[in-house]
């Protein structure tokens, strides 16, 4: 869907980050939430450069927050679930299809992310710091065997219940975060996340998401 400012759901995104980070601000995957389910949104933008304190609706100044009428959320994975409920093009409406989309959107928050967060804190404070080493030495092993786990579980299947779901569009955004090379990925993993990159609701969110950026030497008030 296109974006519309007069869209009654607003998500709150930065108006600036490093080119690197580009693509990955969680954002992103409220956007392709919002695309798969066909409800068109708002942004707000927010230049953190500027107003360190971003959203006071989000407990550690950060983003995306969401809002829709009375409703103000945070938590990708929240609002995620909550726009999913929307629409069962993310959410099968019979109770199995239901239960396992949500169980593999909390495995790829619960059992994915939170190791690869580890990894981009060693990444980012602890550039040549030893400490930063030996983060990557323990959670590199621990994640690939997970992967490997979980590349047998999706075996030969297009998506991880069969059919795409919200708990794909979180598995997928997890698993593409890491910089390519960072981590072995068994081949129907690659080929899973390049199947979840080419959904045209994923291209559309991102070009959403790319365009929103100021250009590098601009800055906006929020
Ligand atoms: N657990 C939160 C994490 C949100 C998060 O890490 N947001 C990042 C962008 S991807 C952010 O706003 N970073 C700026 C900061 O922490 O100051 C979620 O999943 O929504």
């Not at 959203?55 to 995306?64: G, R, S």
């Not at 409920?85 to 939170?114: C, H, M, Q, Y």
């Amino acid at each position: 869907m296109p974006m519309d400012a007069n869209a009654p759901i607003e998500v709150t995104a930065m108006a600036w980050v490093p080119r690197g980070a580009r693509g990955q601000v969680r954002d992103m995957r409220v956007r392709w939430a919002l695309e798969e389910a066909g409800l068109s949104y708002r942004t707000r933008l927010i230049d953190k450069r500027e107003h360190p304190e971003c959203d006071t609706a989000q407990p550690w100044a950060q983003v995306p927050v969401y809002r829709e009428g009375d409703i103000t959320m945070f938590e990708c994975g929240a609002i995620a679930l909550h726009i999913a409920e929307k629409s069962e093009a993310l959410l099968p409406r019979d109770a199995v299809g239901r239960a396992t989309a949500i169980t593999w959107l909390f495995a790829a928050l619960n059992s994915i992310d939170p190791m690869q967060q580890c990894l981009t804190f060693a990444r980012f404070l602890g550039a040549g710091q030893d400490w930063a080493d030996g983060v990557r030495g323990a959670v590199i092993p621990a994640l690939e065997g997970r992967l490997v786990r979980l590349s047998q579980r999706l075996g030969d299947k297009d998506w991880l219940d069969g059919r795409f779901t919200v708990g794909d569009l979180m598995m997928v955004a997890t698993l593409r975060t890491p910089p390519k090379g960072t981590l072995a990925m068994p081949d129907n993993l690659a080929a899973y996340i390049e199947r979840g990159e080419a959904r045209p609701a994923f291209q559309a969110a991102l070009a959403a998401h790319l365009a929103d950026f100021l250009p590098d030497e601009e800055s906006v008030p929020a």
